[in-house]
């Protein structure tokens, strides 16, 4: 009978005993477009391929995109705010992935706006999921007002994400010092692009982590198959034949306290057209 | 035409390492956030401290922030003319407070110190390097208080840095980021800070 409850891992109802709770972690970085939203759904999708219970809470009022990320759009009958006013339950605003039955989304109002929302809401929101999920991944806007804030505001732990530019890395550097005193932010880099790194065009993830200095949880490669899965709506993470894939999973594994080898990138082997195309290609 | 030329002649540094150089600039003026004006009362504190050790030539003096590998630093570099020897039977008096606390927030010193034993005098080519706070080391609890007598991190003699022979003073300040600092300070930092006279505020009777 206790195997069975684990295998019934969608919550069923709001009054949950006195479980562990969950843990909330913020995805954020400061500047937009980054890829935040990605590494949530993906991140998302790789815990709760695990077997973890999963959900995944768009923060991004007013600019609702996790759901499309995951394909999930047409499934969205409720969102964040409705629950914060009780228009809906929380179990109704709940849209469970069409993959796992362990991932769930609460979508952002997307004709909305951010200072509709308050921190004590929010928090205690996601104390709420807390009780009833593994994890809780709050997808942060871009930005440091008040849609950061509100984000932040439930989650003990938070990944900054950034990429191989001066711009992210700025801002990345300002998120990291607005986060509350005593959190150990853990670091992905994402969209490396291994061959401009190796030929010195590129910062490195040494130049990145040299600069801010956290604990890094991974690596994620500039490469098609991302983009290729966000026009269908479905996460890289799943497909076990990408690297990109494994590089998610890793950082699921890691989450979850396995320990895993140091984060690399691989430099893609070039064929003869592109080595005659970077001797001869143009400089920096 | 020249571009071309160069490109083969004078290869440009590759632009990651540019990206890499101007990327620390700027979070070292992002961190630091220092006002010219703020350097220049730093400098003059500076100088009034030392100079209660020892002469210096204050027209020579030069204070500039450099960041290195890890870390951003802060180097003075000041001519000694002389030593003053009173020091050592009379302990100086405090320094004066105001200019002090204009930079307390941003620059804040661990310890602060120049070895009174200056031996710049007694060989004529010596100077005293105070090396402080590492970056990767955790911040000494220990704020920029009035009451606490400084520590000195270390220091040891080296040849004059600018090789003319004239002995100076080199005070190295080094370490993290202020912000990094802030973060790393443990409840008890906190509360000796709240015990102790903040220097950027007028003592209370």
Known sequence: MVMRAFEEPAPAGEAEAAAPLGRAIVITSGKGGVGKTTTTANVGVALAARGARVVLVDADVGLRNLDLVLGLESRVKFHLLDVLEEKATLDEALV?????????????????????????QMKALVERLRARFDYVLIDCPA????????????????????????????DADRVVGLLPNGWRPELIINRLRPQLVKRGKMLSVDDVNGIL????????????????ATNRGEP???DLYSETGYAYRAIAAKLAGESVPAPSVRVPNTGLFSKLGSLFGGRS | MLDFFNRF??????????????????????HLSLAPDVVESLKRDLLAVIS?????????ADVTFEHRQNEVAMLANIPITGVRDRQRDEPPA??????????????????????????AGSSGEASVVAALASTDAPAPETTAAVDEPPGLVSASEAGPADGSGKPTVSVTLAGTTPRRRRRRKSAAAKRAAQQTIPLNQPAQA
Do not use: W
């Open chain 2, 94 to 119: 405090r320094p004066p407070e105001p200019a002090l606390g204009a930079l307390s927030e941003s620059t804040r010193y661990d310890a602060v110190a120049v070895d009174p034993d200056a031996r």
């Open chain 1, 236 to 238: 890289v993470a799943l």
């Open chain 2, 52 to 60: 209660r050790y020892v002469e210096i030539d204050q027209a020579h």
């Open chain 1, 143 to 170: 930005g440091i007002e008040m849609g950061f804030k509100n984000a932040v505001a439930g989650a003990q732990h938070a990944i900054v994400v950034c990429t191989p530019e001066v711009s992210a890395v700025r």
């Open chain 1, 96 to 120: 469970r992935d069409k993959r796992s039955e362990n991932l769930h989304l609460l979508a952002a109002a997307q004709t909305r706006e951010k200072e509709e929302v308050d921190t004590a």
């Open chain 2, 9 to 30: 002649f004078k290869p440009a540094p590759p632009s990651g390492a540019t990206a890499k150089e101007r990327l620390r600039l700027v979070l070292l003026s992002d």
């Open chain 1, 213 to 228: 200095r956290l604990p890094l949880l991974g690596v994620i490669a500039d490469e098609p198959s991302i983009i290729v």
